[in-house]
């Protein structure tokens, strides 16, 4: 793997942290406390659009998409869209500024992969556009839902359609006004061998049918506009034309569509952490107790140096992974990305819990964004597969590989 990035990345890496400097940074307050006003619950931040405008003006845009997807995709390996997401995660929100928000980064990818060009012009042409948001409908609560097989909602088919009856929860995004499309899994042939018992299926959002039971809020957050909800679907009938690529395939869509996904929050929370160790570094140098700067306890200066040490080798696992993943598949590079899945958020929360001790009472507010940093990354230690699920795997993986 090469070290230096290529003059192409350079300039690119150039432009987006330029565009976070005259764009992003200075509306990130303004933008907290208007989604987090109560009258605006639910409700699209006004000022969103025009910034998509201007980095899609930029040549900002859809920066994701791997470039094996060459008729969407800007082009970029994964290795290369590694340090652009690292840069727009510092702030857990402005992804979508880029376009390069989940879940619509992962629903985008799977009808580029397996749509058929009926399903991609219909849905995937609006979600690259970015006039459209979307949702993946997968966990429930009543089963343990880190076991994809365990999934109980059933897609049955019925004369010219498919009907849905089911329960679902931590559905994020779903309640985003913008949001039109979802991605369903759920059961369709029951007596098939576990793994391809399951389907995946298109539901427009406006489906007669469909009930948002309840939001669900995150440490007290409830993350508007697009949220997590609890949902559920009484007989939601939608054209046989609908599913993708075939009955039994909903396993291994969602295998192929959670591997890059994963990739990306770790490459975001990379950025987290490396913005809650600038933090921390300011905050000790400027803050004086007990006669002297804190910067000068030696305490301090040690987790000033294990964030970086840990942020380091974390950031070059991720590369590494998106490295296997650009040269021999998602398939291959699965216990790298199993790793980084461990390491990467774990990380992130230990680097944001030292940071908030530096800050004292100030580092649990809101007066910066460490607090946020801490929540959002002890989630998505849950997010996409428990820690429990990926260690599990890796060890199994690795036990055998050992023992040929």
């Given at each position: 793997?090469?070290?230096?990035?290529?003059?192409?990345?350079?300039?690119?890496?150039?432009?987006?942290?330029?565009?976070?400097?005259?764009?992003?940074?200075?509306?990130?307050?303004?933008?907290?406390?208007?989604?987090?006003?109560?009258?605006?619950?639910?409700?699209?931040?006004?000022?969103?659009?025009?910034?998509?405008?201007?980095?899609?003006?930029?040549?900002?845009?859809?920066?994701?998409?791997?470039?094996?997807?060459?008729?969407?995709?800007?082009?970029?390996?994964?290795?290369?869209?590694?340090?652009?997401?690292?840069?727009?995660?510092?702030?857990?929100?402005?992804?979508?500024?880029?376009?390069?928000?989940?879940?619509?980064?992962?629903?985008?990818?799977?009808?580029?992969?397996?749509?058929t060009p009926e399903q991609q012009e219909q849905w995937l042409k609006p979600l690259l556009d970015g006039s459209m948001r979307s949702a993946y409908v997968m966990t429930e609560p009543q089963v343990a839902s880190?076991?994809?097989?365990?999934?109980?909602?059933?897609?049955?088919?019925?004369?010219?359609?498919?009907?849905?009856?089911?329960?679902?929860?931590?559905?994020?995004?779903?309640?985003?006004?913008?949001?039109?499309?979802?991605?369903?899994?759920?059961?369709?042939?029951?007596?098939?061998?576990?793994?391809?018992?399951?389907?995946?299926?298109?539901?427009?959002?406006?489906?007669?049918?469909?009930?948002?039971?309840?939001?669900?809020?995150?440490?007290?957050?409830?993350?508007?506009?697009?949220?997590?909800?609890?949902?559920?679907?009484?007989?939601?009938?939608?054209?046989?034309?609908?599913?993708?690529?075939?009955?039994?395939?909903?396993?291994?869509?969602?295998?192929?569509?959670?591997?890059?996904?994963?990739?990306?929050?770790?490459?975001?929370?990379?950025?987290?952490?490396?913005?809650?160790?600038?933090?921390?570094?300011?905050?000790?140098?400027?803050?004086?107790?007990?006669?002297?700067?804190?910067?000068?306890?030696?305490?301090?200066?040690?987790?000033?140096?294990?964030?970086?040490?840990?942020?380091?080798?974390?950031?070059?696992?991720?590369?590494?992974?998106?490295?296997?993943?650009?040269?021999?598949?998602?398939?291959?590079?699965?216990?790298?990305?199993?790793?980084?899945?461990?390491?990467?958020?774990?990380?992130?929360?230990?680097?944001?819990?030292?940071?908030?001790?530096?800050?004292?009472?100030?580092?649990?507010?809101?007066?910066?964004?460490?607090?946020?940093?801490?929540?959002?990354?002890?989630?998505?230690?849950?997010?996409?597969?428990?820690?429990?699920?990926?260690?599990?795997?890796?060890?199994?993986?690795?036990?055998?590989?050992?023992?040929?």
């Amino acid at each position: 793997m090469n070290f230096e990035y290529s003059d192409k990345m350079k300039d690119l890496i150039a432009r987006l942290e330029a565009f976070m400097d005259e764009h992003v940074y200075p509306i990130e307050k303004e933008r907290n406390e208007w989604v987090h006003a109560e009258a605006n619950l639910w409700k699209a931040w006004p000022k969103m659009e025009a910034l998509k405008e201007k980095a899609r003006a930029a040549g900002l845009w859809n920066l994701f998409m791997p470039a094996e997807y060459e008729k969407f995709s800007p082009g970029l390996t994964n290795l290369e869209y590694a340090p652009l997401a690292e840069i727009m995660g510092r702030i857990p929100s402005c992804s979508e500024i880029f376009n390069c928000s989940a879940p619509d980064t992962g629903n985008m990818e799977v009808l580029a992969r397996y749509g058929t060009p009926e399903q991609q012009e219909q849905w995937l042409k609006p979600l690259l556009d970015g006039s459209m948001r979307s949702a993946y409908v997968m966990t429930e609560p009543q089963v343990a839902s880190s076991d994809a097989t365990n999934l109980e909602m059933t897609i049955f088919p019925d004369g010219d359609d498919y009907v849905i009856n089911g329960r679902k929860w931590w559905i994020s995004n779903i309640k985003h006004p913008n949001c039109e499309l979802m991605l369903v899994m759920g059961k369709t042939l029951l007596d098939n061998p576990r793994h391809t018992q399951h389907s995946t299926i298109i539901v427009p959002r406006n489906t007669p049918g469909v009930e948002i039971v309840r939001p669900l809020s995150v440490f007290g957050a409830v993350h508007s506009p697009g949220g997590h909800a609890e949902m559920l679907f009484t007989n939601v009938r939608v054209p046989k034309s609908n599913i993708i690529l075939g009955e039994g395939r909903g396993f291994e869509i969602a295998q192929g569509r959670l591997g890059p996904g994963r990739i990306h929050h770790c490459m975001r929370s990379i950025g987290q952490a490396q913005r809650a160790l600038e933090l921390m570094a300011q905050r000790v140098d400027s803050r004086t107790a007990f006669g002297r700067k804190l910067s000068q306890q030696g305490s301090i200066r040690q987790d000033v140096a294990k964030s970086f040490c840990e942020i380091e080798q974390a950031r070059l696992l991720t590369l590494k992974a998106a490295d296997s993943m650009d040269r021999y598949g998602n398939k291959v590079a699965k216990d790298l990305i199993a790793a980084i899945k461990i390491v990467a958020p774990k990380m992130a929360q230990t680097v944001a819990d030292r940071a908030i001790q530096s800050f004292g009472g100030m580092g649990v507010s809101g007066d910066t964004p460490i607090a946020n940093i801490f929540t959002v990354n002890r989630f998505l230690r849950l997010a996409d597969g428990p820690d429990e699920v990926h260690m599990a795997q890796l060890g199994k993986l690795k036990i055998a590989e050992y023992n040929k």
